[in-house]
């Protein structure tokens, strides 16, 4: 075979990790036309955790992915057929070299599983609590997030802390919640799969029909952000978003005094109670 060609398709292949990687830190560095295309901006308490998991699975992956790329390259340029002339020697392996490569992924994997244990429990097993009549019980959802094709239909549980009573408020593809506070929220879907997703708190949460569930998470700031549906769940999926305006404990209770008292008034029939 032609030396050039192959020492071309050497240099093709080292492409992959070469690019690779530096399309991650192109984003990363955020310059043009790469600008907004890292993670976006945290504001979620335990925020830092996930992404601090993120970037380290990351990082371990991507040194596995750059040694096998230049790998693959070392050995298509030391062995090209047009270099070396000797035929090709077929061995059985190396027993000890497979124990190796099968013990080192399974620490690594054992070790990822232990390390981020903690970072799982907060998520997902904790739940904040909080002090009624002295007593340390679970808090209740501060409201219910109902998913259906293809919107956020929202309900507040009021002054009383219940969903499904006389106060509630209703919204829809519009969450308003109180920064600095511990937030619970009920998610379910009223059809088929969606998936409950708040970038800038590192929320996500698939809605499996017929399941009630529970997110939670704490916003250390005041803002706008993105709701989005990041399971396809059908042809408007694209447009189920919503807003998630965070505010202070004083201007949510005024939008809520208003907002409930306009909600009175008018002819608007909330969706009945189960
Ligand atoms: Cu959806």
């Avoid at 790329?69 to 497979?98: C, D, I, P, Q």
């Avoid at 340390?136 to 929202?154: C, H, L, S, Y």
Wanted: aromatic share 12%.
């Amino acid at each position: 075979m032609n030396r050039t060609v192959d020492r071309l398709w050497s240099l093709f292949f080292l492409m992959v990790p070469v690019l690779g990687v530096g399309v991650f830190v192109w984003a990363m560095a955020d310059i043009y036309p790469m600008q907004g295309h890292w993670l976006p901006e945290n504001v979620d308490e335990q925020g830092g955790i996930i992404d601090g998991l993120f970037l380290f699975i990351l990082a371990l992956t991507g040194i596995i992915f750059v040694g096998t790329g230049v790998a693959l390259f070392v050995f298509l340029w030391r062995y090209a057929a047009s270099v070396r002339s000797e035929s090709v020697a077929y061995t059985h392996g190396s027993h000890t070299l497979e124990v190796v490569w099968s013990i080192i992924p399974a620490a690594t994997l054992l070790f990822i599983a232990i390390y981020q244990m903690n970072a799982w429990a907060d998520a997902k097993l904790r739940r904040p609590s909080v002090v009624i009549d002295g007593k340390r019980e679970p808090r209740p959802p501060i409201a219910e997030v109902t998913g259906r094709q293809f919107e956020w239909r929202i309900r507040y549980a009021g002054a009383d802390g219940a969903v499904g009573t006389k106060d509630d408020l209703f919204t829809v593809n519009e969450l308003r919640l109180p920064a600095n506070e511990e937030i619970v929220l009920s998610i379910k879907t009223e059809d088929v799969l969606h998936s409950f997703f708040l970038p800038n708190l590192r929320i996500k949460q698939d809605v499996v029909p017929g399941m009630k569930q529970l997110v939670w998470f704490r916003p250390t700031r005041t803002g706008s952000y993105d709701i989005v549906c990041a399971e396809l769940c059908g042809w408007g999926h694209y447009k189920m978003r919503g807003r998630l305006e965070l505010m202070t404990r004083e201007a949510f209770d005024a939008w809520y005094r208003v907002e409930f008292a306009q909600q009175e008034t008018s002819s608007f029939e909330p969706p009945a109670a189960e």
